[in-house]
Nanobody, 119 residues
Framework: VQLQASGGGLVQAGGSLRLSCAASGSIFSINVMGWHRQAPGKQRELVATVSSGGSTYGADSVKGRFTISRDNAKNTVYLQMNSLKPEDTAIYYC??????????????WGQGTLVTVSS
């Protein structure tokens, strides 16, 4: 199973970006999908998650600005980021709990995509 993240880049404060992360491989099912981020010199933190049924969670720091969604048919999770702030600058990682016939339920991480917000 592989998670391929895309959509990062450089944007000015107040701007928007949309991240995508597609899961591929011998997938039987996908449970929770989510996004984490790691800013320079800081620990990785949870940004948002979405369950297979569509229930979402967002960290307080991004509520009202970021929206997580998923397309189950495409095994893809999205993160729409609006009103970006310089403190949102980080490498964003997608994560998914994926079920396969061989390995059962396991957690997988994408390679990370860099988001840089200039002031």
């Amino acid at each position: 199973v592989q998670l391929q993240a895309s959509g990062g880049g450089l944007v000015q404060a107040g701007g928007s970006l949309r991240l995508s992360c597609a899961a591929s491989g011998s997938i039987f099912s996908i449970n929770v999908m989510g996004w984490h981020r790691q800013a320079p010199g800081k620990q990785r933190e949870l940004v948002a998650t979405v369950s297979s049924g569509g229930s979402t969670y967002g960290a307080d720091s991004v509520k009202g600005r970021f929206t997580i969604s998923r397309d189950n048919a495409k095994n893809t999770v999205y993160l729409q980021m609006n009103s970006l702030k310089p403190e949102d600058t980080a490498i964003y990682y997608c994560r998914a709990t994926v079920g396969t016939v061989v390995d059962g339920m396991s957690e997988y991480w994408g390679q990370g995509t860099l988001v840089t917000v200039s002031s």
